[in-house]
């Protein structure tokens, strides 16, 4: 039989049993006995009927599903018995859960998961480690040949770059996509197929310059070609080379950077014609040739059973001779020098799991997504105790039926089954509308994250690894929330608990001593959130506050590169663009720079100096290097220390000049005028030239907020074309306003020229702070949250004793206590309660503080202000939160009670 | 020691299994309905075995559930009403066979140790 069977066998059965009985009733009253006598001795013969019916169910085999579906159908029915309390716990289990399970889906996509190739945890990320320098990361183009080669560890190793935006024009009409270059075996190592047509192939590496192939993504073929089918074999423009598209990747695959989106893949081998400018072809410095030229990520696929140890000591050798080439193919370029040979000779080979693509995202977010964690954890117990308390408040209700089941016989164990099937089936309610909650606030939490200088675009959409974290925390949550109140239940006196005045029977004594220790630990966690939020939102508010070097307001920023479609000489084109955005109303000034302020993404090179004060001709601490327009500093409002601000005449064929930052200067002259002395940049210019510093600025920020003192060195524009820049408009009005008016500007000198990342400095300010305004706003949310569920259990204790001890204070009135009095004796017990959870939590804050110190900026983990605010705050709310049962207690009406009594 | 709690455990279920038996035994005859299998076991016994008729029905229900048994919800040929009339099955008849000897053996084997002299007489 099956168990779905069982209702229909029931009823066989009754109608067996009730027509045996009959026939045996008509047997007796043909014996000759009265018809009354017939039915009690058919009924003796047959025996206890409802023991026969049990035995015979367990005849079927399935007692212990059906003694399931008669708790879960019993609970069910208890729970909608009680609808104000079951919809409470329910939400504010929804809440907990929720919160929990939205954050888990997050750090689930940024954090845990890995790339969907095949056998990902066989990936590694190659890097080169020294340790003089921070990690690198990447390797020239020789290098990643002879790690390919080493087929006895590796079963491949792939190489890639990230390019700028390129320009894909089709059919005639352009725009910019997220661009990467390949190589041959970048798919084929990777496992990645193809949903239309091929991949790029090894053959496309080495066949590159003859017919010019393009792999797009998913969700590009989707957003710029609508799913075109005929999409294989079309004819595209990637910045101005012809290519054809071959394929297009599986819709799952974004690239092997979480949070990146790759739109459009070439072979490396093109990067001569995609950027001629960085591929260098023909010189000392050729990108596709020179072995000291790093420039390509690599990653490799270990063979079945090589350990990353195994591999990284079979390929070390072979890297070792690598870097020995790298060291000697210097010779007769204008960067080398013995300490320069010798950084490549320093490298080791290091090999990293590459099982979840590059760290990038992981690294940038791990800590304050674990942070976030941390605080909905902490919520979820809030909600767990509050459910808790709730639980014991009706279990008080509860004590005369508990009594009375008890009486009837039913066994301690299954009642407290029976008990924690209800708070299961609470849990699972929770859970259900929990997910609902999750997916909603899964979507705020990538809207956060999206919003930060390097778009965050992750998909999070609930999966089974998800929703079953979430059943397990609706499970777990039930049986934290669940075990103590049918404990505490299942200890009812069946006598006591049956008599008439249960109110005031010492089992509910010892149960609001534990709903008081409840209340105690929410308050003590919520000191915990309050006081961490309270730290993250000040971090937040000062990093906002900070000044960074420059003027943040009235500056409106675009980015155009107009190499991209074709330009070779920018120069005149930016001077004429400059000129003519000078000339929109409202723009106060106009300059450029090659990097967006507060960007990530900069140029570092080692600078010799002459004469430095280290007395060292040459120093390899690594000098960020920001080619800039004329009277740059002026639009930024960059104070200058000494000196002047570039002008329209620093231009080729002039004197070569820099400005320096006030820390670089410091560094390298010390406490001397740097303003005439001379450096050279061969890795960045190309040749040793001397170039003037003709500048000094005070420090500023030029990739977030907390670095301190980057060596900054900045070079006219004019004299270093390279390729596209980010314009800064000063305006004397808000940048929006004149927006239109800038962009139409440059339409008018070209109206191809492509136009990206339009913002106001202030955004690009505030998109830097992503991590902080994620980490600050959420703590802020569940603090606040915690707070209220907080008193809302507050409120519920104090209510209850109040209503428990109705009695005593009418009697303690009754004998002269005034109503103040009595308002101030449940004011102190709350006061109490107040002062052991703080004292509690104080501790636990001071710890908390101390795991989130180095995500704070500009305070102390152990800030007075902040705690003491957070414990007066709390005081203070949580006392509102009784005044109303204090109020209640004041008004009780001593008549009325001594009339019940 | 395993193996003689089994067989200890084998002899408990044969006397639990004997009303199984005695159930399948009176089926034999040909279809029944619980309270004729009852009343017959009741009557052959003469009055022996005391048992209510409800204990029955756990044991119809199992034997059916191993399938034993079939039943069925006939017209009772002398009364103009339906009863839930159990029949032999193929296996029941096996299984029959199967219990009978297993008492068989139980029933010799307790004889020889109650009355050894009756054996060499």
């Known amino acids: 039989m099956k168990w779905w069977q069982i209702r229909e066998r029931n009823a066989d059965l009754e109608r067996e049993l009730r027509s045996d009985v009959e026939l045996e009733e008509e047997e007796q009253r043909e014996n000759g006995l009265s018809p009354e006598e017939a039915r009690y001795a058919a009924r003796r013969a047959f025996g206890n009927s409802t023991l026969i019916r049990e035995q015979t169910h367990e005849a079927w085999g399935w007692v212990a599903l059906e003694r399931l579906g008669q708790d879960i159908r019993y609970g069910v029915r208890q729970l909608l018995r009680s609808p104000a309390f079951t919809v409470t716990a329910v939400l504010i289990l929804a809440l907990g859960i929720g919160a929990v399970t939205a954050v888990f889906s997050l750090i689930d996509t940024a954090l845990l998961r890995m790339l969907p190739v095949e056998k990902p945890e066989q990936l590694v990320e190659f890097k080169a480690a020294n340790p003089a320098l921070p990690p690198n990361d990447t390797f020239s183009y020789p290098t990643f040949q002879t790690l390919n080669s080493q087929t006895q560890v590796l079963a491949g190793a792939f190489a890639f770059r990230k390019l700028f935006k390129v320009d894909v024009e089709v059919d005639g009409r352009g725009g910019l996509a997220e661009g990467q270059l390949v190589s041959g075996n970048y798919f084929t190592v990777l496992g990645v197929g193809a949903a239309q047509g091929r991949t790029i192939l090894p053959i496309d590496e080495s066949l590159a310059g003859q017919a010019p192939v393009a792999v797009i993504g998913y969700d590009y073929w989707r957003t710029r070609f609508a799913l075109d089918p005929g999409i294989v074999g079309k004819h595209v423009l990637i910045n101005s080379v012809p290519f054809t598209i071959v394929g297009v990747t599986k819709p799952e695959f974004y690239g092997v950077q979480l949070g990146d989106k790759v739109e459009i893949s070439v072979p490396l081998t093109m990067i001569g014609s995609v950027y001629p400018g960085f591929a260098a072809a023909g010189s000392p410095a050729d990108a596709l040739k020179a072995p000291f030229r790093n420039w390509l990520h690599v990653m490799g696929r270990l063979q079945d059973g090589v350990t990353r140890e195994r591999a990284t000591a079979s390929l070390s050798p072979a890297f070792a001779q690598s870097m020995r080439e790298a060291a000697a193919s210097l010779a007769g370029t204008p960067i080398d020098s013995p300490a320069v040979r010798q950084t490549f000779l320093n490298f080791r080979l290091q090999l990293e799991p590459g099982s979840q693509g590059l760290a990038v995202l992981r690294l940038q977010f791990s800590k304050p997504l674990w942070i976030v964690m941390g605080i909905v954890g902490l919520l979820l117990l809030i909600t767990c105790a509050n459910v808790a308390n709730l639980l014991l408040v009706r279990a008080n209700s509860r004590e005369k039926e508990i009594a009375l089941r008890f009486a009837l016989g039913v066994g301690k164990g299954r009642l407290i089954r029976q008990l924690l099937t209800e708070s299961i089936l609470l849990g699972l309610g929770g859970g259900v509308m929990g997910v609902g909650l999750a997916y909603w606030g899964n979507r705020l939490l990538l809207a956060l994250m999206a919003r930060g200088r390097s778009p965050v675009l992750l998909s999070a959409h609930p999966d089974l690894r998800v929703l079953g974290f979430a059943l397990g925390v609706s499970l777990l949550t039930a049986l934290i929330f669940g075990t103590i109140p049918a404990w505490r239940i299942a200890g009812v006196d069946p006598s006591r608990g049956l008599m008439q005045n249960a109110r005031n029977s010492a089992g509910s004594s010892t149960r609001s001593r534990l709903g008081k220790s409840l209340v105690v630990l929410q308050v003590a966690i919520s000191l915990v959130l309050v006081v961490g939020a309270g730290l993250l939102t000040r971090t937040l508010a000062n990093l906002k506050d900070f000044y960074p070097g420059f003027d943040r307001d009235n500056v409106l920023l675009f980015s155009v590169d107009p190499t991209v479609i074709g330009y070779k000489d920018v120069v005149p084109l930016y001077e004429r663009l400059l000129t003519r955005l000078r000339a929109v109303p409202g723009v106060r000034l106009a300059s450029m720079s090659v990097h967006e302020p507060l960007s990530m993404s900069i140029s570092t090179t080692p600078i010799r100096v002459q004469g430095s004060a280290s007395g060292q001709a040459e120093d390899l601490a690594p000098v960020n290097i920001e080619p800039v327009g004329p009277d740059y500093f002026a639009t930024m409002g960059t104070p200058l220390f000494r000196g002047r601000d570039f002008s329209w005449g620093d231009r080729d064929g002039t004197t070569k000049v820099a400005i320096v930052s006030e820390g670089m200067a410091r560094h390298y002259f010390g406490n001397a005028d740097p303003i005439g002395r001379f450096v050279s940049i061969p890795g960045f210019v190309g040749d040793s030239s001397w170039i003037q510093i003709v500048g000094e600025i005070r420090d500023v920020k030029v990739h977030e907020l907390r670095e301190t003192g980057a060596f900054m060195l900045y070079l006219p524009l004019f004299q270093l074309p390279e390729g596209g820049a980010t314009f800064e408009l000063r305006t004397a009005i808000d940048p929006a306003t004149v927006q239109g008016a800038a962009l139409d500007a440059v339409k008018a000198i070209d109206p191809r020229l492509p136009v990206d990342s339009v913002k106001t400095l202030k955004v690009q300010l505030n998109d830097s702070l992503v991590q902080e305004r994620l980490v600050g706003s959420l703590s802020g949310l569940f603090a606040v949250l915690g707070l209220l569920l907080t008193c809302v259990g507050l409120y519920g204790l104090m209510a209850y004793t109040v209503n428990r001890r109705t009695s005593e204070i009418g009697i303690r009135m009754a004998l002269g206590a005034d109503r103040s009095r009595v308002a101030r004796m449940v004011l102190r017990e709350t006061l109490v309660l107040v002062l052991c959870g703080l004292l509690l939590g104080f501790p636990g804050a001071v710890f908390a503080s101390r795991l989130i110190a180095s995500q704070l900026f500009g305070i102390k983990p152990w800030d007075p202000v902040t705690f003491t605010v957070a414990c007066l705050l709390m005081a203070a709310v949580t006392i509102t939160a009784s005044y109303i049962p204090a109020r209640r207690a004041a008004s009780v009406d001593p008549m009325q009670v001594l009339r019940t009594e | ?121």
């Open chain 2, 1 to 121: 020691m395993s193996s003689m709690t089994k067989q200890a455990q084998q002899r408990v279920g044969l006397l639990q299994g004997t009303l199984d038996m005695l159930i399948l035994r009176t089926l034999l005859y040909g279809p029944a309905h619980g309270h004729q299998i009852g009343k017959h076991i009741q009557r052959t016994t003469n009055e022996f075995l005391q048992m209510q008729h409800g204990s029955l029905y756990p044991a119809l229900h199992r034997l059916e559930e191993r399938g034993w048994v079939s039943a069925k919800w006939e017209t009772a040929p002398d009364r103009n009403r339906e009863f839930k009339y159990y029949r032999l099955t193929e296996k029941g008849r096996k299984q029959l066979v199967v219990e009978e000897s297993q008492w068989k053996q139980m029933a010799e084997a307790v004889a020889r140790v109650m009355w050894p002299a009756a054996e060499e007489s």
